[in-house]
């Protein structure tokens, strides 16, 4: 459309905005240091050790994940090739270690492999005209869709096994049978990888040589029929949707999705596997528990309740009906109904050292603890709820009963707890009651402290970067995970409006996708600050802010969910500026009149940002009312930024 005046000068340039645009430019400087340092020229990570196993192939891939993110939001050109060079890199490296086939993983769980798939299909959502990447998302699509290459079970509507990918189902767990042996002390906190099995009641049992073996033995027979971290798969046929709308990918992605669905039927809870007969439950005596990356073991709802949501967003997503969201109701219910007092330190929970150092202080202060897992005596394992669930339920939904879900598991969080506190996790994410509080008007100043602790994320991890000559655990496989300086959680929240990406392989969706009109790429222009400040199931409240005292800035905005949603309308408060910056004698400049200004578009909205100037947006949505598809920009202009 037309460009909208919907711009006002500023008096004073906000400090958000100053420090949003200080984070684009610190981000991408320590990013070149850790391309520089840990990349060779091809891509490839320097130094890699050789694997032992099928585990491993994730931790290469996600160093990146969040690089064409970056990019996406607003982040230099360069970005971009340095990401398709690390990944071809990467692949490479991969591929010759043997642990990928035709450029994709051999075969493992989805709780690693959407690990994986985070920086691949950013990249198709970052450049959708590359044919090459378009291709790889239709090849990788192709290996669950189609029934010949071993993965999918037409006839059951199954995946066949927990282990699968570019060799089809993969038996057992591993390519032998290695007895499961007490000593692995990583796995400890777990517990038991099966229940119930006679004379195996506890950790130490697996002592025991015969124990540890039959163990062992018991967790490759049952490594075969669907399990519910499968669902992510859905992430790759929705990936090649978001092309050109294939209906082999959609039609895979109702069907597979409706199978789970119609399996819960009216249990409270859903089954964590199904057999390769096609039964819910037949190769754990019929229980909904018991499966790999299941209700018990080992992370039970982190991992169940993930891969479920991101099945059911993808099914959302294809068919505009939400309905599949359900399932994670469900579960979520039904850990709420569990749910008891108590403090993070005082906890047994498996993963309580990071919500320790998460809350500082706090974690010795009382919070609510919810059970993770389930098994033969029932729910165990309480810990603090991670927001991730009831976070993305309410930001797709935007329906009052998903609210009241997120404010109870928000409310759950100790009184003490900062929710703007200095800490990085593997999931880039963490900050979700602290922004969720801004959306709703309760800490107004979450952009500047967010932006200021975003910042100080970038200072430490280039620290640790610039000192892993000294830093013990600079050999470990997952360092560059520790120290890649790409930090995008904040960015996705207040220029996207969005929670970070569902780490176990859910798709960028975000509320809003920006274009820089003048270069003809996605994201933010440069000197260009965003601030989504309101969400809800009507609409959007978003300021624009032009930090350049010397250049114009012209920035389109489209819909978000990858154009599921469109935007119909936009009004500003706009200063009638004619008078503007008024004559040097004067000790300020004149203030104009203010009129209401409305447009109404087609998710087709340009504004253009002169000097130092900004715009306060309230955005009508019509949610659902798109054809959501990856967004390929148009042509930049011939002159760059109307100077």
Not at 278 to 286: H, I
Not at 593 to 612: G, I, M, N, Q, Y
Request: charged share 25%; net charge negative; proline share 6%.
């Amino acid at each position: 459309m037309a460009d909208a005046h919907l711009s006002s000068p500023l008096r004073t340039v906000p400090a958000w905005a100053v420090l949003q645009r200080r984070l684009f430019d610190e981000i991408e400087q320590a990013r070149r240091l850790f391309r520089d340092r840990y990349t060779l020229p091809d891509g490839r990570l320097r130094g890699v050790a050789e694997f032992e196993d099928r585990d491993g192939v994730d931790d290469l891939y996600e160093p990146f994940f969040n690089w064409p993110a970056f990019y996406v939001l607003g982040g230099p050109d360069e970005v971009l090739a340095d990401s398709k060079r690390a990944w071809e890199g990467v692949t490479a490296q991969l591929t010759e270690a043997g642990m990928l086939t035709d450029e994709y993983d051999n075969g493992y769980d989805w709780f690693h492999q959407g690990e994986s798939l985070l920086f691949f299909a950013g990249i198709c959502a970052a450049d959708p005209a590359d044919e090459a990447y378009a291709a790889r998302a239709r090849r990788f699509a192709a290996l669950f869709t189609d029934p010949a290459h071993g993965n999918y079970d037409a006839e059951h509507n199954i995946i066949r096994a927990p282990h699968n990918g570019a060799l089809g189902a993969r038996p057992g767990l591993d390519d032998t049978v290695v007895p499961y042996t007490a000593d692995r002390a990583e796995m400890r906190p777990y517990g038991l990888p099966i229940q119930g099995l006679p004379g195996i009641d506890t950790w130490d049992d697996l002592a025991d040589p015969a124990n540890a073996l039959r163990m062992s033995e018991e967790m490759h027979r049952r490594a075969q029929g669907d399990v519910a971290v499968n669902l992510a798969a859905t992430s790759l046929a929705a990936n090649t949707w978001l092309y050109d709308g294939d209906e082999t990918a959609s039609a895979w992605i109702r069907r597979y999705v409706d199978g789970w669905r119609e399996r819960a039927g009216s249990s409270p809870v859903m089954f964590d596997s199904i057999g390769p007969d096609g039964v819910a439950g037949s190769l754990q005596e019929g229980r909904w528990w018991g499966a790999h990356y299941g209700w018990a073991w080992p992370h039970g709802f982190h991992s169940v309740a993930m891969s479920t949501l991101i099945g059911a967003v993808n099914h959302a997503l294809i068919t505009r009906d939400d309905t599949a969201l359900d399932l994670v109701r469900t579960m979520l219910d039904a850990v709420l109904a569990e749910a008891r007092p108590g403090s993070a330190a005082g906890s047994t929970y498996s993963l309580r050292g990071g919500w320790n150092a998460r809350y500082g202080a706090a974690a010795e202060d009382e919070g609510m603890l919810v059970p993770y897992r389930y098994g033969v005596d029932g729910w165990f394992d309480f810990g603090p709820l991670q927001l991730d669930v009831p976070v993305w339920l309410w930001w797709w939904s935007r329906t009052d009963a998903d609210r009241a879900r997120l404010e109870h598991a928000i409310a759950g969080i100790p009184a003490s707890a900062d929710r703007v506190a200095p800490f990085r996790d593997k999931e880039e994410a963490g900050h979700e009651a602290g922004w969720y509080s801004f959306l709703a008007g309760g800490l107004p100043d979450y952009p500047q402290r967010a932006l200021e602790m975003a910042l100080g994320q970038v200072a430490r991890r280039t620290a640790m970067m610039l000192g892993d000559a000294q830093d013990p655990d600079a050999a470990h496989l997952h360092f560059w995970q520790r120290v890649n300086p790409v930090v995008t959680e904040v960015l996705t929240q207040l220029v996207g409006g969005a929670p970070q990406v569902l780490y176990n392989g859910g798709l960028g969706h975000t509320a809003l996708r920006y274009e820089d009109v003048d270069r003809g790429r996605p994201g933010l222009p440069e000197d260009v600050a965003a601030l989504v400040h309101r969400l809800d199931a009507d609409g959007i409240g978003l300021r624009l802010v032009n930090t350049s005292v010397t250049r114009t800035r012209t920035v389109r905005l489209r819909g978000g969910r990858f154009g599921l949603d469109r935007i119909v309308a936009a009004s500003a408060r706009v200063e009638d500026a004619s008078a503007y910056p008024g004559a040097s004698g004067t000790y300020a400049s004149p203030l104009g009149a203010f009129s209401t200004v409305s447009v109404e578009c087609d998710d087709d909205l340009v504004v253009v940002l002169p000097p130092a100037h900004g715009a306060d947006l309230d955005l009508t949505i019509a949610r659902a009312t798109g054809s959501p598809r990856h967004l390929t920009t148009a042509a930049p202009r011939t002159t760059e930024g109307h100077a």
